[in-house]
C-alpha cells in the first residue's frame, strides 16, 4: 500500500491512539504542561496521556515498549530490559524522561543498553509531550517530554484505605509480572506503599535473529524464517516504594523513598578481546560472555505546595530530588565497567491566579550532578554538571480565542579532568490559538530552543559497543539551536473525537554521531565523530475516534492513528528515522466485557544513513479481551495477544534491529483488581 492511501485511510477512520493510549477526555489536565492547569483539548501542542487502566494492560516492558504504540512515538527497543522512547525521529539526550517533574539521575540518556531507572508500572499516569513543547524542562526537552508520575506522595486527603494489585503472565517469553499500590489516611497524614516485581525469559522470534540484509552484507548464508529466541534478553526488577504526607487546608507536604534493582540481559553486547596464539605474534579475536547490567538505584525525593497570597502569586510549588544510582556490566559475573551518577534536582514555581482568563508561573530549576566511569567500556570520562533555570511561562485564553507564551534562561557547566565548558541557553515560545465553534480548537505555535551539548557528545573518546563504535566528542562544540512550528487542531462533538498535528524544526549546529571511514586499532571499531551540521524534521501525527453505535453501557467506536517524520542533514539522513506507521482498531464496550482487534502497519525505510541498512515493513495484529465477571465491578481479567500472525518485526529506530527482531507471538493473562 501506499504511505498517500494508509494515510488518507486513518483520516477517515477519524484516527485514535493506538496501542496502549485511549481517547481524549476533554477536561483531562495535562500536568506537565505548566504549572497551572491547561486541558488536553486546549493542548497547543501534541499530547497523550496513559492511565492507570491503560497501563495495566500495557506491555511487560520498559518505558519504550510501553509507550511505542502512541502516535509519533517509538522503542529504542535495546531488548526488554532497556527501551527509551524515541520521539518524532529523536532520542537519547533530545528527550527528557522525567519522575514526577524531576530528571531521573541515571545513565539511560547516555547509552541505548542503559535502563531508564523509572519503571512504568509505578506509575498512576505517564504523560507524552512531542516536540519542544515543554518549556519549563530546559534544552534537553527540545524533542519531547515523557513524565512518569506516581502517587507516592498524595496532595489530597484520604479517608480509609485504597490500593491496587496487578498480576499477569506471558507465553513469549515465559514471563511474569506482579505490581501494587497500597495508601491509607490517618487524619491528615497519608501514607503509600507500592511495588513492582517483574521476571522474563529470553524471548522467542519467528525467524532467524540476524536479519537477511545483515546476514549477506557480510557474506554468509541467512539462516531463513526458522523461528527461535532472541539469546540474552532475560529481565528481572524489583522496585520498592513507600511515602508520608501530611495535607493541611493550605497545602501538603511529602516524602517518599524508592528503591530499583533491576538486571538484565543486553542482546548482541558480548565482548571481543585480542588472544595470542602459543607463541606467535598474531592474534585472533575470540568471543567472550555475553554482557548483563546490574543496575541499582536509590531515590528520595521531597514534594509540597502552599497557598499564599503574595502579590501577584498565590501558590508556591517546590519538588526535590536526590539520587544515586550504580549499574554494572557483568562478563561472566566479573564486573567490566561500572558506572554511577549521583545527584539532586530542584524545583520551585510560583503561580499565578486566573485573572479573567490569564494565568501564568514564575519558576527556578537547579541541578547537580556527578557521572562516572569505570572499566573496559568507560569511554565518557568523569563528568560533573550544573545547571541553574529560570522560566516564565504565560497564558491568555477568552474563550474564542488566546495566547501563550514562555521565556527560560539556563546556564549549564560541565567539568571533565582537563576540559571544561559552559554554556547559557535562552529559549522562547509563542503561540496562538482560536475556537472558531463549539468542540473546535486550532493552535499554531512557535518556539525557538537551545540545548547545551551532552557529555557524551563533548568529552567521549573509547569504544562503545553498544552502539558498535567507538565514539569521539568535541569539546569545542556549540549549543544546539531549533527553530519549530506546530499546527494543532482538535475536534471534539458527537460521536468524533479527533486530534491532528503538523510540524517542522529546523537545526542549527545539530549534534550527530558520524563515521569518518577510519578504525581503531585495540578495538578494530569504527571511529564515529560527534559533529555538528544543519538539520530539518518535519512530519504528523494523527488520532482520534468515532462512536459507530451506543446503547446504554454497550457501544462500538472505530479508533485509529497515524505518524510520519522525516529528517535531513547536511551530511545526509540521519540515523534510524522511524518509518511511517499507520493503525486502525476496533473496540466493543459490552458493559462487563471489553473487547480490542487492532492492525498495526508499519511502513519500511529505505531512506538511511551511510552505516546502517534498510528495514522492511511489516502488518501487526493484536487482540484483547476484558472481564468484569463479579458483582464487584473493581475486579477485572483480560487476555491479550500481540504480534498474533507471527510476523517478523524490526523496529527501524534501535541499534539492535538487524539482530534482535521484536518478540513474536505473545499471550498475555492476567488479572487486575482496585479497593
Avoid: C
Amino acid at each position: 500500500m501506499s504511505r498517500t492511501f494508509l494515510l488518507a485511510t486513518a483520516a477517515a477512520l477519524a484516527i485514535a491512539p493506538s496501542a496502549v493510549a485511549q481517547t481524549k477526555e476533554v477536561q483531562e489536565v495535562v500536568v506537565t504542561a505548566a504549572p497551572y492547569a491547561v486541558t488536553l483539548d486546549s493542548a497547543t501542542t501534541s499530547v497523550d496521556i496513559l492511565k492507570r487502566d491503560e497501563l495495566d494492560q500495557a506491555p511487560a516492558g520498559g518505558l519504550g515498549d510501553v509507550l511505542a504504540g502512541v502516535a509519533g512515538v517509538r522503542s529504542s527497543a535495546f531488548g526488554p530490559g532497556a527501551s527509551r522512547p524515541v520521539i518524532r525521529g529523536l532520542s537519547g539526550p533530545r528527550v527528557l524522561v522525567l519522575s514526577n517533574g524531576l530528571g531521573q539521575v541515571d545513565a539511560s540518556a547516555l547509552s541505548p543498553d542503559h535502563a531508564v531507572a523509572t519503571d512504568p508500572q509505578e506509575a498512576e499516569r505517564i504523560e507524552v509531550l512531542r516536540g519542544p513543547s515543554a518549556l519549563a524542562y530546559g534544552g534537553s526537552a527540545i524533542g519531547g517530554v515523557v513524565n512518569i508520575i506516581d502517587d507516592r506522595i498524595a496532595d489530597a486527603p484520604l479517608a480509609g484505605v485504597q490500593g491496587r494489585l496487578l498480576a499477569s503472565g506471558s507465553s513469549v517469553d515465559d514471563g511474569w509480572q506482579t505490581s501494587g499500590a497500597l495508601r491509607a489516611g490517618v487524619g491528615n497524614w497519608v501514607l503509600s506503599l507500592d511495588g513492582v516485581r517483574r521476571k522474563t525469559e529470553d524471548y522467542e522470534v519467528p525467524t532467524a535473529p540476524e536479519s537477511r540484509r545483515m546476514t549477506e552484507s557480510e557474506g554468509e548464508a541467512w539462516g531463513g524464517p526458522v523461528s527461535g529466541k532472541v539469546e540474552n534478553t532475560f529481565t528481572d526488577l524489583k522496585v520498592y516504594g513507600a511515602g508520608v504526607s501530611y495535607v493541611g487546608d493550605r497545602g501538603y507536604l511529602g516524602l517518599s523513598v524508592k528503591r530499583t534493582e533491576t538486571d538484565y540481559g543486553v542482546p548482541g553486547h558480548a565482548h571481543e578481546h585480542d588472544h595470542a596464539h602459543d607463541g606467535e605474534d598474531e592474534h585472533d579475536e575470540a568471543e567472550e560472555a555475553a554482557v548483563a547490567i546490574d543496575l541499582k538505584q536509590t531515590r528520595y525525593d521531597l514534594r509540597g505546595e502552599y497557598r499564599i497570597d503574595l502579590g501577584p502569586f498565590e501558590t508556591v510549588r517546590f519538588a526535590g530530588g536526590y539520587a544515586d544510582y550504580t549499574h554494572k556490566e557483568l562478563e561472566d559475573d566479573e564486573i567490566g565497567t561500572q558506572f554511577s551518577s549521583e545527584g539532586w534536582e530542584g524545583r520551585l514555581e510560583l503561580i499565578q491566579p486566573n485573572r479573567n482568563g490569564w494565568q501564568g508561573a514564575l519558576g527556578f530549576q537547579a541541578l547537580k550532578r556527578d557521572f562516572e566511569a569505570v572499566g573496559e567500556e568507560a569511554f565518557v570520562p568523569p563528568t560533573k554538571t550544573t545547571e541553574f533555570g529560570v522560566f516564565t511561562l504565560q497564558r491568555y485564553d477568552q474563550d474564542r480565542w488566546g495566547m501563550e507564551g514562555g521565556l527560560r534562561l539556563e546556564t549549564r557547566k560541565l567539568e571533565s579532568p582537563g576540559e571544561e565548558r559552559d554554556f547559557t541557553a535562552i529559549s522562547g515560545s509563542l503561540g496562538g490559538f482560536i475556537r472558531p465553534a463549539d468542540g473546535w480548537f486550532f493552535a499554531l505555535s512557535g518556539s525557538r530552543t537551545e540545548r547545551a551539548p551532552s557529555q557524551e557528545e563533548l568529552f567521549a573518546d573509547g569504544p562503545h559497543p553498544a552502539t558498535r563504535a567507538y565514539e569521539r566528542g568535541d569539546a569545542d562544540l556549540d549549543a544546539e539551536v531549533s527553530y519549530s512550528l506546530d499546527l494543532t487542531g482538535h475536534y471534539g462533538a458527537g460521536a468524533w473525537d479527533v486530534d491532528a498535528h503538523v510540524f517542522a524544526a529546523k537545526y542549527e549546529g545539530f549534534i550527530d554521531l558520524r563515521p569518518t571511514g577510519d578504525e581503531d586499532e585495540d578495538s578494530h571499531l569504527p571511529i564515529h565523530q560527534f559533529v555538528q551540521t544543519d538539520a530539518t524534521f518535519y512530519g504528523a501525527e494523527l488520532e482520534g475516534s468515532y462512536r459507530l453505535w451506543e446503547d446504554g453501557a454497550r457501544s462500538f467506536r472505530l479508533e485509529a492513528s497515524a505518524d510520519y517524520v522525516h529528517g535531513k542533514t547536511d551530511l545526509g539522513p540521519p540515523a534510524r528515522i522511524p518509518p511511517w506507521s499507520v493503525a486502525g482498531r476496533g473496540v466493543f464496550e459490552g458493559g462487563w466485557w471489553t473487547g480490542r482487534l487492532e492492525v498495526r502497519r508499519v511502513g519500511g525505510q529505505n531512506r538511511v544513513a551511510e552505516f546502517e541498512l534498510p528495514t522492511d515493513g511489516y502488518t501487526m495484529l493484536n487482540a484483547s479481551l476484558a472481564f468484569r465477571p463479579l458483582k464487584d465491578r473493581d475486579f477485572r481479567v483480560f487476555v491479550e495477544g500481540r504480534n498474533l500472525t507471527d510476523v517478523e518485526a524490526r523496529e527501524h529506530a534501535s541499534f539492535l534491529k538487524d539482530i534482535a527482531p521484536l518478540p513474536g507471538r505473545n499471550v498475555r493473562v492476567g488479572m487486575g483488581y482496585r479497593f
